[in-house]
């Protein structure tokens, strides 16, 4: 597992034993609502992901951990990312279906995975056992499927890690080109005076003899 969710799985233990308020109300759905929503009234809405959403949001892995507040469509978003699969490990996300049908259309609850132990998974679980955040240990009957964030938050890594070598590559290679005439830069290239002064000069003779004619005596004459 690594150092960041291991992180995660910390934050979610300071919440142990949160349980829900009157009408289901939670800090979770309520966070949810204002944060990712922002006009939807989440405060007593069936709160298992959101309790995973809120961790995420708190130590800034939405990217790659998501927010959801529906476990049909956070699954699903795992397996676009092409990080779902049948094998559980710590830092898992593990998804339920009661009825056993394996089917991701019909998963009713979502948890962390913090330990493997032959067929049994223990795990982190918001909104279980009336409404409370509480660990647990499982068979694994009832699950759906794992979605895996590091593999998510890896490959993001590898993309960044990609694009950063792309541009510091292209800059190397725009350093070491030699400027071309003309292109220095913050030079303020001056009129030469001397050519200035030149140049009036000329105009100056243009107007003094070029707009006389010559004395006709001296024109040919001896």
């Excluded at 800034?60 to 956070?74: K, R």
């Excluded at 794992?146 to 993001?156: C, D, N, T, V």
Aim: overall charge negative; hydrophobic content about 30%; glycine content about 12%.
């Amino acid at each position: 597992m690594t150092p960041e969710m291991q992180k995660f799985i910390e934050l979610l233990e300071s919440q142990l034993g949160y349980s829900e308020k009157a009408s289901g109300y939670t800090k979770f759905g309520e966070w949810y609502g204002k944060n990712v929503e922002f006009d939807a009234d989440y405060s007593g809405a069936p709160w298992c992901e959101m309790y995973l959403s809120w961790a995420a949001h708190k130590l800034g892995y939405e990217e790659w951990v998501g927010q959801f507040a529906w476990t049909v469509a956070h699954a699903k978003w795992f397996k676009e990312q092409d990080a779902w699969g049948k094998k559980p490990k710590p830092g898992a996300f593990v998804y339920y279906d009661w009825s056993g049908s394996n089917d991701l259309d019909n998963i009713d609850h979502v948890g962390i995975v913090t330990k493997v132990e032959g067929d049994k998974i223990f795990t982190i679980e918001g909104n279980i056992d009336g409404g409370v955040a509480k660990r647990k240990e499982r068979d694994t009957g009832k699950v759906v499927g794992y979605g895996y964030p590091e593999q998510i938050k890896a490959r993001l890594d590898e993309d960044a890690a990609r694009e950063a070598a792309e541009a510091k590559k292209k800059a190397e290679e725009q350093a070491s080109v030699p400027p071309g005439p003309g292109t220095d830069v913050g030079v303020l290239q001056m009129p030469d005076e001397s050519l200035t002064g030149g140049s009036e000069a000329t105009e100056e003779t243009k107007e003094d003899t070029g707009s006389q004619r010559p004395h006709p005596r001296s024109e040919g004459s001896p």
